[in-house]
């Protein structure tokens, strides 16, 4: 008994017709970049070193200071931190070599 057609405007799936078939990479690349590209994570790619989240609690001047320079106060307070661990480690390499 022959099988029904579901869609009537389709062609069969015979075995000459299935032969005409490509992988989807060699048809039509650009389909596989559009969907590869919507793959990839919202927003900025991951650093490779992240930063760690911490609760400190800083003197209200410290925090005007900082905030009185407006938007990204947070990254120079972490700017000002590494400054100073930077020139303590040259402090302590040059007490050092003493």
């Not at 032969?19 to 790619?45: D, H, N, T, W, Y």
């Not at 989240?53 to 938007?71: D, Y």
């Amino acid at each position: 008994m022959p099988r029904k057609r579901i869609d009537p405007d389709s062609p069969p799936m015979t075995d000459e017709f299935l032969k005409g078939f490509r992988p989807v990479r060699e048809a039509a690349p650009e389909l596989i970049i559009a969907q590869e590209e919507r793959k990839r994570s919202p927003g900025r790619p991951k650093a490779e070193t992240t930063k760690e989240a911490v609760k400190l609690r800083l003197s209200p001047s410290v925090i005007s200071f900082f905030r009185q320079g407006g938007r990204g106060w947070q990254t120079r307070i972490n700017v000002a931190l590494e400054d100073f661990v930077a020139r303590e480690a040259r402090r302590a390499a040059k007490r050092a070599a003493k």
